[in-house]
Nanobody, 118 residues
Framework: VQLQASGGGLVQAGGSLRLSCAAS????????MGWYRQAPGKQRELVAG???????NYADSVKGRFTISRDNAKNTVSLQMNSLKPEDTAVYYC?????????????WGQGTLVTVSS
């Protein structure tokens, strides 16, 4: 299973970015999907998650600003980020719980850098 993320970049505070991630390869289905981020010197943290049925959860720091969505038919997950703040600067990783022949396992994308300037 391969996850390809895109959409990162440099934006001014208050601006918006949209991250996208597409899963490909051999799998039966994808259960939960999500976005994590890791800022320099900090641990990776969950930003937002979404179940196959569309239930979502968000980190308190992004509630009301970020929106996660997915397209089950295309095996994609997106993160719309509005009202960005400098503290949102991090490498963002997409994650997918994928069911393959031997079980269900988490897979990670390569990471995409989001830089928010003040």
């Amino acid at each position: 299973v391969q996850l390809q993320a895109s959409g990162g970049g440099l934006v001014q505070a208050g601006g918006s970015l949209r991250l996208s991630c597409a899963a490909s390869g051999r799998f039966f289905s994808i259960n939960g999907m999500g976005w994590y981020r890791q800022a320099p010197g900090k641990q990776r943290e969950l930003v937002a998650g979404i179940t196959r049925g569309g239930s979502t959860n968000y980190a308190d720091s992004v509630k009301g600003r970020f929106t996660i969505s997915r397209d089950n038919a295309k095996n994609t997950v997106s993160l719309q980020m509005n009202s960005l703040k400098p503290e949102d600067t991090a490498v963002y990783y997409c994650n997918a719980e994928s069911r393959i022949l031997t079980g269900t396992f988490p897979y990670w994308g390569q990471g995409t850098l989001v830089t928010v300037s003040s």
